[in-house]
């Protein structure tokens, strides 16, 4: 009797547990929607606390099919115009995965906010985190810095020494793992431009920190020693006392400067319209989460672009003959930006890398004033969540999405469906930069170099970013 008791209790918490979010979360805005045509979209928010964040870890960890986890909701509540509910990384919270709501959310900054379940970690007056006139003359900034077709020109003449001099080395060392390699490569460009430090002691020390960083930019902000996001914020705090004492010592030293530089230079030097300039905690925030948005994209496509052109010889053939071709009519060792824009199916490679890659499978939004979509209520104080590696990757808006296929850039992606560096006011500042280095990359590679992945059915992680999980080991040597 007392294991049918113990039984019955069981079941009774089981069932608490179960529809303790959805009584705290949803049962009092079902009230509100009843005095409104208005409905949350369908879904369900989880256990308490944890929502449903063991599933989603489930198909990203443990299953390594991400797509499955929207895949599996569709199948259970329809589509519900591209929305769920749910509960994940600590907030109530709606997912939506296609075109048209997606649009609908990044283009509509007065509400939806971008906010980080890791704001900490992205640095509170940061770029990532602050709105409005804070935000704008940060990214006028930055983009005139990185993206103007001048500075990409200059910024191609800087990162290319870096990249023949890497590739050299890889080919006398004949076995590298192609994350680690173009990640020491990206970080020495990345520290040259954003900082104006060679490749030494002080950049292999933030190297590191960066690294250790990682793990945490997407986890479940529990701030407790042994947790990723506890260990991830420690070395958010070193980096920032490492870039506070290199501040000082720029203002000590160039008072009279008028020029900028480098990226640093340039932020200590923006001013707004009443002539005030940043703060010495918003230059240390920017910089640091700077460094860490352009050393983490531009490492990850590099070797993301290694491991698809080993599994698609054909795609590296057409590839080379392109920059071979090219090559021949050209009297340096290096290109310029100028010619980068004529290399056509290279063009084309850089993006369906990058689309594939999907180096950032969601972001995140918070819900400023309540909206409804299309005949659902979009709760105020909720976060949105974003699922671009689904929209990449979902064959409504992409044929064979999983095929690496240069060619299907001959036409335009149906709008809405190819947004790998976000949209509207937040739209990725760096974005030709990524772009610009990566096609650099594969012109000396393709020209220069053979490879050949050692474990090509190696697994795929996907997080904290997606990578084979071997790091893409590969033969490496020259033609």
């Known amino acids: 009797m007392d294991a049918i008791y113990l039984g019955l209790f069981g079941v009774v918490i089981g069932f608490v547990l179960w529809w303790w979010n959805e009584y705290w979360y ?35 960890k443990i299953v390594r099919r991400p797509e499955d986890f929207i895949n599996a909701k569709r199948r259970k509540y329809g589509d519900g115009e591209g929305m769920f509910r749910t509960h994940l990384f600590g907030a109530p ?7 048209a709501v997606n649009k609908f959310v990044l283009f509509s900054d007065s509400n939806f906010k971008q906010e980080w379940p890791t704001v900490e970690l992205m640095g509170v007056t940061s770029m990532a985190a602050v709105h409005g006139k804070a935000h704008t003359r940060v990214r006028k900034f930055v983009t005139n810095a990185i993206n103007r077709p001048d500075a990409l020109s200059r ?10 001099t890497s590739l050299r080395s890889w080919a006398e060392m004949g076995k590298i793992k192609a994350k680690v390699e173009t990640q020491k490569m990206s970080f020495e460009n990345i520290g040259n431009l954003f900082l104006g430090k060679e490749s030494g002691l002080f950049l292999n020390s933030l190297d590191k920190l960066y690294q250790d960083i990682l793990p945490g930019v997407r986890a479940y902000p529990i701030n407790i020693p042994g947790f990723a996001y506890y260990n991830a914020l420690q070395c958010r705090r070193k980096l ?28 200590m030097q ?58 021949k009519g050209n009297s340096g060792d290096f290109i310029t930006a100028k010619d980068v824009s004529n290399l056509k199916y290279t063009n084309k490679v850089v993006e369906e890398v990058i689309r594939m890659s999907n180096i950032s499978a ?25 699922m671009l590696r689904y929209i990449h990757t979902d064959p409504e808006n992409f044929r064979d999405p999983m095929y690496f296929n240069p060619d299907r850039w001959n036409e335009t992606a149906k709008p809405g469906t190819y947004q790998v560096f976000g949209a509207g006011q937040r739209l990725c500042p760096g974005n030709m930069l990524a772009r610009v280095q990566l096609a650099l990359l594969l012109h000396h590679l393709s020209i220069g170099y053979k490879w050949e992945l050692i474990n090509p059915n190696a697994n795929i992680i996907y997080l904290s970013h997606p990578a084979p999980i071997d790091g893409v080991e590969v033969k490496f040597s020259q033609l």
């Open 240 to 267: 920032e006392d490492i870039f506070s004492i290199e501040l000082n010592k720029r203002k000590l030293k160039n008072q009279n400067k008028v020029e900028a530089l480098d990226l640093m230079d340039g932020l």
């Open 93 to 99: 919270s709606i997912i939506v995965y296609t075109p």
């Open 26 to 60: 949803v049962i009092p805005l079902k009230f509100k929607c009843f005095k409104s045509s208005t409905k949350l979209p369908p879904g369900h928010m989880g256990l308490p606390f944890i929502g449903e964040m063991i599933t989603f870890l489930w198909y990203f």
């Open 155 to 164: 910024i191609a003449a800087l990162v290319q020494p870096h990249i023949v």
């Open 270 to 327: 923006i001013e707004d319209d009443e002539g005030d300039k940043l703060s010495d905690k918003e230059v240390v925030d920017n910089i640091v989460s700077l460094v860490l948005g352009g050393y983490i994209s531009t490492s990850l496509v590099s070797m993301w672009a290694i491991y698809l052109l080993a599994k698609y010889p054909n795609v590296l053939k057409l590839l080379r003959e392109e920059n071979m071709a090219f090559t």
């Open 362 to 386: 969601f972001i995140f939004r918070k819900v400023v004033n309540e909206v409804d979509y299309k005949g659902y209520k979009i709760p105020k104080g909720w976060k949105v969540i974003s």
